[in-house]
């Protein structure tokens, strides 16, 4: 464990931030602790600190919903291990956020001994995750085919599509991410292409796809 670890703690619930904070206090004396309330502030922290050791993300708060959240965040920093701390913890949630790169899942309802388990599991380059997560079934053909072409995008077409899922234009994207109107119209192609489809407004509905019942 880092000496003097930096965290981020992504939640919309001051009450579960302070939860979070004394899960972190608990494994990491002198921790650096950040904190977003919605998911713009989150993505900003996580692009302003390349050194941050874990994010504790909420899978619904504003500006995000669902599994969406989680792929821009590993986007921006594709090295920093993210634990998805939510209410949504049905086994087809669990496995999704898993399949797309958090290291580890934690239920809301879980004990303040049984966050800080997970958080020392995936500090020390583990997965924290229920045992049994392996042989939960995905009940969805279209998703089953979906993670893989996502995981195939770079970092930054993620990001492109997690964007046009906001329902931002090319420019828009561009200015956020600096880069160029073509620059971002050819990550668009990409996007296409490697999920399969047409235009932006099924890449958009693709992505959809990913939210379970729960988060409808």
């Excluded at 670890?5 to 619930?13: C, E, M, Q, R």
């Excluded at 209410?87 to 879980?110: H, N, W, Y």
């Excluded at 899922?165 to 296409?192: M, W």
């Amino acid at each position: 464990m880092p000496s003097s670890a930096t965290f981020i703690v992504a939640d919309d619930h001051p009450l579960l931030r302070g939860a979070m904070r004394a899960a972190l206090g608990g494994v990491s004396e002198g921790a650096q602790i950040l904190e977003a309330g919605d998911f713009e502030t989150a993505s900003r922290l996580v692009g302003e600190n390349p050194e941050t050791d874990l994010i504790l993300l909420d899978l619904n708060m504003p500006g995000s919903s669902g599994l969406s959240g989680l792929i821009t965040l590993r986007a921006i920093q594709p090295s920093v291990p993210v634990i998805v701390i939510s209410a949504l913890d049905d086994g087809v949630t669990i496995r999704r956020a898993m399949e797309l790169g958090a290291s580890g899942f934690v239920s809301k309802s879980a004990s303040l001994e049984e966050i800080r388990a997970a958080i020392a599991t995936v500090m020390a380059g583990g997965v924290a995750a229920p045992a049994d997560i392996a042989h939960i079934a995905e009940p969805d053909s279209e998703v089953a085919e979906l993670i893989p072409r996502i995981l195939s995008l770079t970092p930054q077409q993620k990001r492109v599509l997690a964007m046009l899922a906001e329902g931002l234009l090319n420019k828009q994207i561009a200015y956020e991410l600096s880069v160029s109107e073509s620059t971002i119209k050819a990550h668009v192609s990409a996007i296409l292409q490697k999920l399969d489809v047409d235009s932006r407004t099924q890449a958009v509905i693709k992505l959809s796809k990913l939210k379970s019942e729960q988060m409808r």
